[in-house]
């Protein structure tokens, strides 16, 4: 899965309800018991997804190569697709986190095995896998989240902005993004989100009114407005965000019982207040526990298309 729209409306409901699976026994299902390996390859830092893959796999019966740029050949201009053919020799998947999108999409050409992506500059689709997981607990179940409306507030263009259009709209969601101009999507993905989102029933919004998002909202999101590899541009590119800070005010126009999700890492006062995210209705930890299970399940969902194995999914593969 190298970005939200790899699957479909009903292949994302398999996933989440096998996460929700993975949610109330860790040990459903250990796809990869032998042990066999699957590469995690870092070109950035991460403490969530390098922890949730890491003890993911190996709750799933695998053995997790982690592997840094630094301390790989690929940090040394080894090419891509010679790494990936080598990896592919010996893993049952990779997880790649990296920079742009055109690196895991060369990844997955030269592999036989299934390519994750971990976070690229354009999308984020592990977390928001979790981050509906989550909204699907506190919402009674995966059928509900067709028809919730979420709001993204603060940096419109990044990897987390893409990811909420695309995967909210396969839901079946509304998704309204609020971001100043300048930080808004790309057409092509708005584009894209829209016609995913007519198949599916749901509507796409982008504002630069942080109120006309926030307003009537089931789940509010925000992130950095200053992603990993952009820390040189802080001083400039926090200036126009301040609008679209998650505080008390914006959580007010929201539904009473909407809830509040951050992919973290967060820094309190600045996207998001100290109030709010450390308040009644942020569900962060939640969010965070859930990359456990919602990426043991899209591996698990992964590997049992790859060796067209239906005994591994049970009842979600015969509804393929
Ligand atoms: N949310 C997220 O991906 O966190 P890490 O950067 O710590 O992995
Ligand atoms: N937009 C952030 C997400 C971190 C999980 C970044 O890319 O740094």
């Not at 996933?15 to 993975?22: A, D």
């Not at 095995?113 to 689709?125: I, Q, R």
């Not at 007010?252 to 890492?265: E, G, N, V």
């Given at each position: 899965m190298l970005r939200d729209d790899d699957v479909n409306h009903e292949e994302q409901k398999q996933?989440?309800?096998?996460?929700?699976?993975?949610w109330k026994d860790r040990y459903y299902s250990r796809p990869f018991e032998g042990p066999q390996a699957v590469a995690v390859l870092f070109d950035k830092p991460s403490t969530r997804t390098r922890s949730s893959f890491s003890i993911g796999v190996a709750e799933l019966g695998g053995y997790p190569l982690v592997i840094d740029k630094s301390g790989s050949q690929l940090g040394r201009g080894e090419p891509v697709a010679d790494t990936s053919r080598v990896l592919t020799r010996m893993a049952s998947a990779i997880v790649w986190r990296t920079f742009g999108q055109e690196l895991v999409e060369e990844m997955a050409q030269y592999?036989?095995?299934?390519?994750?992506?971990?976070?690229?500059?354009?999308?984020?689709?592990c977390q928001v896998l979790a981050d509906f997981l989550t909204m699907a607990q506190h919402r009674g179940g995966v059928d509900a989240l067709k028809g919730q409306t979420i709001a993204y507030l603060g940096d419109g263009a990044n990897n987390m902005a893409n990811s909420y259009l695309l995967a909210g709209a396969t839901a079946g969601m509304n998704v309204r993004i609020g971001a100043p101009n300048g930080y808004l999507p790309a057409n092509q993905i708005v584009e894209k989100a829209q016609q995913i989102a007519a198949e599916n029933g749901g509507e796409i919004l982008v504002t630069t009114d942080a109120r006309e998002a926030a307003t009537d909202a089931?789940?509010?999101f925000t992130d950095t407005w200053v992603s990993m590899g952009e820390e040189s541009e802080y001083a400039i590119r926090s200036k126009p965000f301040w609008k679209?800070?998650?505080?008390?005010?914006?959580?007010?126009?929201?539904?009473?019982?909407?809830?509040?999700?951050?992919?973290?890492?967060?820094y309190r006062g600045k996207e998001v207040t100290a109030s709010v995210i450390d308040g009644p209705q942020s569900v962060v930890w939640d969010e965070a526990e859930n990359r456990l299970h919602a990426q043991k399940a899209l591996l698990a969902w992964l590997v049992a298309w790859q060796r067209e194995d239906s005994s591994l999914l049970g009842e979600c593969a015969t509804q393929h």
């Open positions: 996933i989440l309800e096998l996460g929700m699976k993975f592999a036989t095995v299934p390519v994750v992506n971990a976070l690229t500059d354009e999308f984020h689709p089931d789940c509010l679209y800070q998650v505080n008390d005010e914006l959580m007010a126009l929201a539904k009473p019982d909407a809830l509040f999700q951050h992919c973290l890492p967060a």
